[in-house]
Protein backbone atom coordinates (compact mmCIF):
# COMPACT_ATOMS: atom_id res chain seq x y z
CA UNK A 1 0.00 0.00 0.00
CA UNK A 2 1.34 3.00 -1.18
CA UNK A 3 2.51 5.51 2.10
CA UNK A 4 0.23 8.14 1.10
CA UNK A 5 -2.69 6.00 1.68
CA UNK A 6 -3.14 7.24 5.35
CA UNK A 7 -5.13 9.54 7.90
CA UNK A 8 -3.67 11.56 10.33
CA UNK A 9 -5.23 13.38 12.65
CA UNK A 10 -3.91 16.84 14.66
CA UNK A 11 -4.94 19.01 17.32
CA UNK A 12 -4.21 22.43 18.07
CA UNK A 13 -2.69 23.18 21.44
CA UNK A 14 -3.60 26.40 21.82
CA UNK A 15 -6.85 26.65 20.30
CA UNK A 16 -10.44 25.17 20.60
CA UNK A 17 -9.83 23.26 16.44
CA UNK A 18 -9.06 19.77 15.71
CA UNK A 19 -8.58 18.75 12.81
CA UNK A 20 -7.55 15.25 10.21
CA UNK A 21 -5.59 14.77 6.68
CA UNK A 22 -6.51 12.07 4.41
CA UNK A 23 -4.57 11.07 1.26
CA UNK A 24 -5.05 8.32 -0.75
CA UNK A 25 -3.93 6.82 -4.40
CA UNK A 26 -3.10 2.77 -4.15
CA UNK A 27 -6.39 1.89 -2.72
CA UNK A 28 -8.09 4.53 -4.64
CA UNK A 29 -6.83 2.90 -7.81
CA UNK A 30 -8.03 -0.79 -6.50
CA UNK A 31 -11.60 0.57 -6.19
CA UNK A 32 -11.41 1.89 -9.31
CA UNK A 33 -9.61 -0.63 -11.77
CA UNK A 34 -12.52 -2.96 -12.98
CA UNK A 35 -14.95 0.55 -13.54
CA UNK A 36 -16.02 2.12 -16.64
CA UNK A 37 -16.99 5.47 -15.18
CA UNK A 38 -16.55 8.57 -16.60
CA UNK A 39 -14.12 11.07 -15.50
CA UNK A 40 -16.43 13.17 -13.57
CA UNK A 41 -17.96 10.28 -12.29
CA UNK A 42 -14.77 9.05 -10.98
CA UNK A 43 -13.60 11.91 -9.23
CA UNK A 44 -17.22 12.59 -7.73
CA UNK A 45 -16.48 8.98 -6.69
CA UNK A 46 -12.81 10.25 -5.20
CA UNK A 47 -13.68 13.20 -3.09
CA UNK A 48 -16.80 10.69 -1.38
CA UNK A 49 -13.66 8.31 -0.34
CA UNK A 50 -11.62 11.12 1.12
CA UNK A 51 -15.00 12.45 2.61
CA UNK A 52 -15.97 9.51 3.90
CA UNK A 53 -12.66 8.50 5.72
CA UNK A 54 -12.61 12.21 7.27
CA UNK A 55 -16.35 11.33 8.83
CA UNK A 56 -15.24 8.06 9.55
CA UNK A 57 -11.87 9.33 11.93
CA UNK A 58 -14.43 11.52 13.60
CA UNK A 59 -16.05 8.59 15.45
CA UNK A 60 -15.80 7.67 18.63
CA UNK A 61 -16.16 3.86 18.34
CA UNK A 62 -16.20 0.83 16.62
CA UNK A 63 -18.97 1.12 13.85
CA UNK A 64 -19.49 1.87 10.22
CA UNK A 65 -20.08 5.17 8.17
CA UNK A 66 -21.86 5.27 4.76
CA UNK A 67 -22.25 8.44 2.97
CA UNK A 68 -24.65 8.31 -0.04
CA UNK A 69 -25.73 10.94 -2.51
CA UNK A 70 -28.87 10.44 -4.27
CA UNK A 71 -29.90 12.37 -7.31
CA UNK A 72 -32.33 13.25 -10.27
CA UNK A 73 -28.81 14.02 -12.70
CA UNK A 74 -27.23 11.47 -14.07
CA UNK A 75 -25.68 10.03 -10.96
CA UNK A 76 -28.71 8.33 -9.10
CA UNK A 77 -27.17 7.00 -6.45
CA UNK A 78 -23.28 7.55 -5.29
CA UNK A 79 -22.27 6.04 -2.02
CA UNK A 80 -18.51 5.01 0.07
CA UNK A 81 -18.86 2.57 3.26
CA UNK A 82 -16.23 3.44 5.80
CA UNK A 83 -15.74 1.92 9.10
CA UNK A 84 -13.08 2.82 12.47
CA UNK A 85 -10.45 0.99 10.83
CA UNK A 86 -10.38 3.23 7.64
CA UNK A 87 -11.44 0.63 5.24
CA UNK A 88 -13.71 1.88 2.57
CA UNK A 89 -15.63 0.65 -0.53
CA UNK A 90 -17.73 2.20 -3.23
CA UNK A 91 -20.20 2.52 -5.97
CA UNK A 92 -22.43 4.50 -7.99
CA UNK A 93 -25.71 3.55 -10.11
CA UNK A 94 -26.10 5.94 -13.29
CA UNK A 95 -29.51 6.74 -15.29
CA UNK A 96 -28.25 8.95 -17.82
CA UNK A 97 -25.56 10.01 -19.80
CA UNK A 98 -23.10 12.63 -18.42
CA UNK A 99 -23.42 15.84 -20.13
CA UNK A 100 -21.59 17.73 -17.99
CA UNK A 101 -18.42 17.53 -15.20
CA UNK A 102 -19.64 19.71 -12.30
CA UNK A 103 -21.35 18.24 -9.34
CA UNK A 104 -24.55 19.97 -9.16
CA UNK A 105 -24.63 18.56 -12.90
CA UNK A 106 -23.78 15.20 -12.22
CA UNK A 107 -26.65 14.98 -9.21
CA UNK A 108 -29.12 17.23 -10.11
CA UNK A 109 -31.39 17.51 -7.57
CA UNK A 110 -31.20 15.07 -4.51
CA UNK A 111 -29.64 14.57 -0.72
CA UNK A 112 -27.01 13.57 1.33
CA UNK A 113 -27.64 10.84 3.78
CA UNK A 114 -25.17 9.61 6.57
CA UNK A 115 -26.09 7.08 8.16
CA UNK A 116 -23.30 5.91 11.21
CA UNK A 117 -24.03 2.71 12.70
CA UNK A 118 -21.98 1.60 15.68
CA UNK A 119 -21.00 -1.95 17.00
CA UNK A 120 -22.95 -1.32 19.89
CA UNK A 121 -25.71 1.04 20.00
CA UNK A 122 -28.14 2.39 17.88
CA UNK A 123 -27.91 3.60 14.20
CA UNK A 124 -28.63 7.00 13.10
CA UNK A 125 -29.18 8.69 10.18
CA UNK A 126 -29.09 11.90 8.89
CA UNK A 127 -30.81 13.36 5.83
CA UNK A 128 -29.75 16.84 4.20
CA UNK A 129 -30.70 18.35 0.54
CA UNK A 130 -27.50 18.56 -1.85
CA UNK A 131 -26.49 22.54 -1.37
CA UNK A 132 -24.22 24.33 -2.69
CA UNK A 133 -21.53 23.65 -5.87
CA UNK A 134 -19.73 21.10 -4.37
CA UNK A 135 -19.58 17.80 -1.99
CA UNK A 136 -17.43 19.93 0.10
CA UNK A 137 -20.29 22.80 0.87
CA UNK A 138 -23.16 19.84 0.97
CA UNK A 139 -21.29 18.44 3.70
CA UNK A 140 -20.36 21.52 5.70
CA UNK A 141 -24.26 21.89 5.76
CA UNK A 142 -24.60 18.42 7.15
CA UNK A 143 -22.56 19.19 10.11
CA UNK A 144 -24.07 22.97 11.01
CA UNK A 145 -27.25 21.21 10.97
CA UNK A 146 -26.19 17.51 12.86
CA UNK A 147 -23.92 18.59 15.19
CA UNK A 148 -23.69 22.49 15.25
CA UNK A 149 -19.94 22.58 15.14
CA UNK A 150 -18.40 25.34 12.96
CA UNK A 151 -16.67 22.81 9.83
CA UNK A 152 -14.64 23.26 6.89
CA UNK A 153 -14.27 20.63 4.18
CA UNK A 154 -11.42 20.51 1.91
CA UNK A 155 -11.38 18.15 -1.38
CA UNK A 156 -9.15 17.64 -4.06
CA UNK A 157 -8.29 14.76 -6.19
CA UNK A 158 -6.48 14.17 -9.32
CA UNK A 159 -8.13 11.68 -12.10
CA UNK A 160 -5.53 10.04 -14.40
CA UNK A 161 -6.10 6.96 -17.22
CA UNK A 162 -4.50 4.76 -14.67
CA UNK A 163 -3.38 6.28 -11.23
CA UNK A 164 -5.81 8.32 -9.27
CA UNK A 165 -5.63 10.06 -6.47
CA UNK A 166 -8.05 12.20 -3.70
CA UNK A 167 -7.12 14.06 -0.38
CA UNK A 168 -9.09 16.28 1.84
CA UNK A 169 -8.86 18.14 4.96
CA UNK A 170 -11.24 18.61 7.99
CA UNK A 171 -11.12 21.61 10.18
CA UNK A 172 -13.53 21.41 13.36
CA UNK A 173 -14.50 23.73 16.35
CA UNK A 174 -13.97 21.52 19.32
CA UNK A 175 -17.65 21.52 21.78
CA UNK A 176 -16.11 23.90 24.37
CA UNK A 177 -16.60 27.54 25.09
CA UNK A 178 -18.00 28.46 21.63
CA UNK A 179 -17.24 31.90 21.64
CA UNK A 180 -13.54 31.29 21.86
CA UNK A 181 -13.66 28.34 19.72
CA UNK A 182 -15.19 30.07 16.66
CA UNK A 183 -12.68 33.09 16.93
CA UNK A 184 -9.73 30.65 16.54
CA UNK A 185 -11.44 28.62 13.73
CA UNK A 186 -12.33 31.60 11.75
CA UNK A 187 -8.01 32.74 12.32
CA UNK A 188 -7.51 29.12 11.07
CA UNK A 189 -9.50 28.96 8.53
CA UNK A 190 -8.12 32.19 6.84
CA UNK A 191 -5.04 30.00 6.90
CA UNK A 192 -5.98 26.80 5.56
CA UNK A 193 -7.91 28.41 2.92
CA UNK A 194 -4.58 29.00 0.89
CA UNK A 195 -3.96 25.46 0.77
CA UNK A 196 -3.78 24.64 -3.14
CA UNK A 197 -4.71 21.51 -4.51
CA UNK A 198 -1.19 20.28 -5.18
CA UNK A 199 -0.21 20.93 -1.92
CA UNK A 200 -3.10 18.69 -0.41
CA UNK A 201 -2.54 15.80 -3.09
CA UNK A 202 1.08 15.66 -2.44
CA UNK A 203 2.80 16.68 0.68
CA UNK A 204 3.30 15.12 3.96
CA UNK A 205 0.98 15.98 6.45
CA UNK A 206 3.73 17.38 8.55
CA UNK A 207 4.96 19.50 6.21
CA UNK A 208 1.33 20.84 4.84
CA UNK A 209 1.16 21.78 8.36
CA UNK A 210 3.94 23.46 9.26
CA UNK A 211 3.41 25.12 6.35
CA UNK A 212 -0.13 26.11 6.80
CA UNK A 213 0.47 26.64 10.71
CA UNK A 214 4.30 27.28 11.46
CA UNK A 215 3.12 29.46 14.52
CA UNK A 216 0.72 27.29 15.86
CA UNK A 217 1.61 24.36 18.02
CA UNK A 218 -0.07 21.48 16.55
CA UNK A 219 -0.07 18.16 18.12
CA UNK A 220 -0.02 15.19 15.39
CA UNK A 221 -1.23 11.60 16.24
CA UNK A 222 -0.10 8.44 14.74
CA UNK A 223 -0.86 8.03 11.12
CA UNK A 224 -3.78 5.40 10.32
CA UNK A 225 -3.52 2.85 6.81
CA UNK A 226 -6.84 3.38 4.74
CA UNK A 227 -7.21 1.10 2.34
CA UNK A 228 -10.07 -0.13 -0.13
CA UNK A 229 -11.74 -3.82 0.90
CA UNK A 230 -14.39 -4.64 -0.94
CA UNK A 231 -15.52 -7.57 1.34
CA UNK A 232 -16.92 -10.05 -1.41
CA UNK A 233 -15.64 -13.62 -1.63
CA UNK A 234 -16.40 -17.25 -3.54
CA UNK A 235 -17.42 -18.53 0.00
CA UNK A 236 -20.47 -15.82 0.59
CA UNK A 237 -21.81 -15.88 -2.95
CA UNK A 238 -21.79 -19.69 -2.37
CA UNK A 239 -24.27 -18.52 0.79
CA UNK A 240 -25.85 -16.51 -1.56
CA UNK A 241 -26.42 -19.24 -3.61
CA UNK A 242 -28.10 -21.53 -1.37
CA UNK A 243 -30.36 -18.75 0.05
CA UNK A 244 -32.28 -18.70 -3.05
CA UNK A 245 -33.20 -22.58 -2.33
CA UNK A 246 -33.35 -25.56 -3.67
CA UNK A 247 -35.64 -25.01 -6.46
CA UNK A 248 -34.02 -21.64 -8.12
CA UNK A 249 -30.44 -23.67 -7.79
CA UNK A 250 -32.23 -26.32 -9.77
CA UNK A 251 -33.27 -23.61 -12.69
CA UNK A 252 -29.74 -22.19 -13.04
CA UNK A 253 -28.34 -25.49 -13.23
CA UNK A 254 -30.96 -26.49 -16.34
CA UNK A 255 -29.52 -22.66 -17.61
CA UNK A 256 -25.88 -24.26 -16.94
CA UNK A 257 -24.61 -21.93 -15.30
CA UNK A 258 -24.66 -18.46 -12.89
CA UNK A 259 -22.56 -15.83 -12.43
CA UNK A 260 -22.56 -13.10 -9.69
CA UNK A 261 -20.93 -9.87 -9.72
CA UNK A 262 -19.61 -7.87 -7.06
CA UNK A 263 -20.47 -4.21 -7.79
CA UNK A 264 -18.27 -2.64 -5.09
CA UNK A 265 -14.84 -4.31 -7.38
CA UNK A 266 -16.80 -5.59 -10.00
CA UNK A 267 -15.30 -9.10 -9.69
CA UNK A 268 -17.59 -11.35 -11.47
CA UNK A 269 -18.15 -15.28 -10.25
CA UNK A 270 -18.29 -17.93 -12.17
CA UNK A 271 -20.75 -20.98 -11.16
CA UNK A 272 -20.73 -23.72 -13.70
CA UNK A 273 -23.39 -26.39 -13.79
CA UNK A 274 -20.63 -29.01 -11.47
CA UNK A 275 -20.23 -26.47 -8.94
CA UNK A 276 -24.61 -25.27 -8.51
CA UNK A 277 -25.02 -29.29 -8.23
CA UNK A 278 -22.69 -29.57 -5.67
CA UNK A 279 -24.16 -26.53 -4.08
CA UNK A 280 -27.51 -27.77 -4.24
CA UNK A 281 -26.65 -31.53 -2.80
CA UNK A 282 -26.34 -28.86 0.67
CA UNK A 283 -30.10 -29.34 1.46
Known amino acids: MSQSD ?9 KDVRGEIVQVA ?5 MLQNHQYAQPVKKLLAELVAATSLLTATLKFEGQIAVQIQGDG ?9 NNKQQF ?15 L ?13 PDQG ?19 AYFNQSEQLPTRIYLHTDIGEVHNKAAGLLLQVLPVDQDKAKHD ?25 YRLFHQEVVELFP ?10 SRDKCEAAIISLGQAAIEEHIAEGKLDISCEYCNTTYHFDSNALIQLARKF
Open 74 to 82: PVKFAAVNG
Open 185 to 209: FAELEQLTDTITAEELLTLPPEDML
Open 105 to 117: ELIGQGFLLVTIT
Open 223 to 232: AQKVEFVCGC
Open 89 to 103: RGVVRMQSEVTGDSF
Open 122 to 140: ERYQGVIPVTGNSLSETLE
Open 26 to 30: ASLDL
Open 6 to 14: QLVRFLFRE
